[in-house]
């Protein structure tokens, strides 16, 4: 059966060790004794699977996005340097929301 890393994440490490106890590798060797993350290691490696995680932004105005930041802390200084607080707090605020954003798309 094929794997991915994902479906094997997913599995509990009984799970995993029934599959690493399929498999004829020096990898696995001691899989019984293994905790999941070094279990999940060898399998991937014994199996050639790539554990890198590509992260695909989920959104496609990720720079336009980073664009408003960067205008919105030019901004943000301005308020500062004329005392005018309450467009301050709003202005952090929507920094706040746009840094959110960009966090929720790498995920």
Same mark, same amino acid.
Do not use: P
């Given at each position: 059966?094929?794997?991915?890393?994902?479906?094997?994440?997913?599995?509990?490490? $009984? +799970?995993? @060790?029934?599959?690493?106890?399929?498999?004829? !590798?020096? /990898?696995?060797?001691?899989?019984?004794?293994? !905790?999941?993350?070094? #279990?999940?290691? $060898? %399998?991937?490696? /014994? #199996?050639?699977?790539?554990? !890198?995680?590509?992260?695909? /932004?989920?959104?496609?105005?990720? $720079?336009? %996005?980073?664009?408003?930041?960067?205008? #919105?802390?030019?901004?943000?200084?301005? $308020?500062?340097?004329?005392?005018?607080?309450?467009?301050? @707090?709003?202005? %952090?605020? +929507?920094?706040?929301?746009?840094?959110?954003? #960009? @966090?929720?798309?790498?995920?």
């Amino acid at each position: 059966m094929e794997y991915t890393f994902e479906d094997l994440k997913k599995k509990k490490v $009984a +799970e995993l @060790r029934e599959i690493a106890a399929g498999i004829d !590798h020096e /990898a696995v060797q001691g899989a019984t004794q293994m !905790h999941k993350d070094h #279990l999940l290691e $060898a %399998i991937c490696h /014994a #199996l050639d699977i790539d554990m !890198h995680i590509h992260h695909v /932004a989920h959104m496609k105005n990720k $720079a336009k %996005i980073k664009a408003k930041i960067r205008a #919105l802390k030019v901004k943000r200084e301005k $308020a500062l340097d004329k005392k005018k607080h309450e467009d301050y @707090r709003g202005i %952090i605020r +929507e920094i706040h929301h746009l840094k959110r954003e #960009l @966090r929720k798309a790498a995920d």
